[in-house]
């Protein structure tokens, strides 16, 4: 009798969920979901720590863009309007997220208030990987994995993630506004979702007009299923776009027109900013990343043409099969990736966009060719993942060391803050140069009010952008009268290509001013003609 029970007792099923499911396999489920997201997440945190704690990466100069956006951010802390009061060549949405950061900064100064920013946008740049982890749950843990893995190992993501640049917010509110749309890869039925994904897609076109070819995607693929749910999407864009970008464009709407849409669309080629077609593949692919072994621009071409290839096969063999977030995910990668082969001006972190979205496409793709729970197709697919994402982490490792290395980081404090008194007005050829020695907020009235001398270049005449040797003659006479007054000048490099160096300007600034202190990423000029003049508290 006793072994009767004793063996009903072994053989008695397992205590099951309402679903059916069995609770270990329920509990088993989740921990390879928290394992799946947790490695992606560790990988991502390791990098952005890495980078932030390289000699001055937190405090010194490195980059113009970081001082341009922190910028804008203080300037409308302190009442100084975007469009109307100084030029600046994107939405308002970057200066909005930073104010905050900026308001702290007024306390604490400029210099440590960057470094917030910067840290703030490392946990971004994490964050984004747990989004994409989030987004492609439903697919099982082995989708999540390898989607967070491609995000977080892929080579250039140190291009947008090393310090305050637009990508990683505009990808942000796009994973968020991706996250709300969709529930087990279907549009939702809840108004409030859509209303919300409408709302978070809105603002990552409110920090980057870029991101406006991603909402028109998601918009059409809701609309595959629901017109209605469509027009809610559409709605909730519709209403943060017009509550972040409204009042800016009422107060100046000619300059904000002028900034934000003419200066993109009419821009004009430089060398730098655009490079061909197999350059920029290289960056959109990863491969510029890739140390082991090297690739040319015409390779970099083939490559992108049989991967292109190989995707339109996958969609035509399987189109019947997809869901709308996989039609989605295909959709948004290819429209934004054509968009960065062609459109007038590229740089290697305009690619973290079409990152973050291939990554959602491979987590989904890896999902569907893999069987899910244990089994030995499974521990292959695994086994090898884990070997080709260890091959890509060592390649990004090495990268992110040359990228850096490149371009060192350098203080520049301790130079501006012996040769300029604090409170003087201040003008400069790159804003991260005054914000990064705590000289951006002077105290002097009629100071020049600027953010962004490349961005002024470009919205008084956008066909012929920076170093173009035939300056608009209006942006000359503005940076004669912001040298007059002025009692400081901070230079990035002598002759700055940011400044319109015509001739005539030239000979004033040699008359005017004399060098008074220099170290590397800064050059130091005193007006001399208004030497000795200090602000008034």
Not at 380 to 409: E, M, R
Not at 488 to 510: D, G, I, K, N, Q
Request: charged share 15%; hydrophobic share 50%; proline share 6%.
């Amino acid at each position: 009798m006793s072994l009767t029970t004793s063996t009903n007792a072994e053989h008695r099923p397992l205590p099951t969920s309402p679903t059916g499911r069995s609770e270990s396999g329920r509990s088993t489920s989740r921990s390879l979901g928290v394992l799946s997201a947790a490695i992606p997440l560790l990988i991502a945190a390791t990098f952005v720590t890495y980078e932030l704690t390289r000699p001055h990466q937190l405090f010194g100069v490195f980059a113009a863009d970081d001082g341009v956006y922190y910028g804008m951010a203080d300037r409308l802390v302190h009442g100084v309007i975007p469009y109307r009061d100084f030029a600046i060549v994107h939405p308002p949405g970057i200066a909005l997220l930073l104010a905050p950061v900026a308001a702290i900064g007024r306390a604490v100064g400029s210099r440590d208030g960057l470094a917030i920013a910067r840290l703030i946008t490392a946990i971004v740049a994490v964050a984004n990987v747990g989004l994409v982890c989030w987004i492609l749950r439903y697919r099982g843990a082995f989708a999540s994995f390898v989607g967070g893995l491609v995000l977080a190992g892929f080579p250039i993501t140190i291009a947008a993630t090393h310090t305050v640049l637009l990508e990683p917010y505009v990808v942000l509110f796009v994973l968020t506004s991706v996250a709300f749309c969709f529930t087990n890869g279907v549009p939702s039925s809840r108004d409030a979702r859509l209303l919300a994904a409408g709302a978070a897609a809105g603002f990552a076109c409110a920090i980057k007009i870029d991101a406006a070819i991603v909402l028109v995607v998601l918009i059409a693929v809701v609309a595959t299923r629901s017109i209605a749910g469509a027009t809610r999407v559409a709605l909730g864009a519709g209403i943060v776009i017009v509550a972040s970008c409204g009042p800016f464009a009422a107060l100046a709407p000619g300059a904000f027109f002028r900034d934000v849409v003419v200066a993109q669309l009419a821009r004009g080629a430089t060398a730098r900013a655009t490079p061909g077609i197999g350059v920029r593949l290289l960056d959109l692919t990863g491969l510029k990343g890739v140390t082991a072994f090297a690739v040319s621009p015409t390779s970099a071409e083939v490559i992108g043409a049989i991967v292109g290839a190989g995707i339109a096969v996958y969609v035509v063999t399987s189109l019947r099969h997809f869901d709308q977030m996989t039609l989605f995910s295909l959709a948004a990668l290819v429209a934004t990736t054509l968009i960065e082969l062609f459109t007038p001006a590229f740089y290697t972190y305009y690619s973290y966009l079409p990152t973050a979205l291939f990554a959602i496409a491979a987590g989904l793709v890896a999902g569907s060719l893999v069987p899910r729970g244990i089994s030995w197709a499974t521990a292959i697919a695994v086994v090898l993942t884990i070997g080709a994402g260890a091959f890509v982490i060592d390649q990004q490792a090495t990268f992110v060391n040359s990228y850096i290395a490149s371009d060192p980081a350098s203080d520049i404090g301790a130079v501006v803050d012996a040769a300029v008194p604090s409170g003087a007005c201040v003008v400069f050829d790159e804003a991260v140069l005054a914000i990064a020695s705590n000289r951006f907020d002077p105290s002097r009235a009629r100071c020049p009010e600027i953010d962004d001398p490349f961005g002024s270049w470009l919205a008084a005449d956008p066909s012929h952008p920076p170093p173009s040797l035939s300056p608009p003659e209006s942006l000359v006479r503005q940076w004669r009268s912001w040298l007059a007054r002025a009692n400081y000048f901070l230079e990035s490099a002598p002759r700055s290509a940011f400044v319109p160096w015509t001739p005539a300007l030239f000979r004033y600034f040699e008359h005017a001013y004399r060098l008074v202190s220099s170290t590397r990423r800064a050059f130091v000029y005193e007006n001399k003609r208004r030497a000795g003049a200090r602000a008034t508290p």
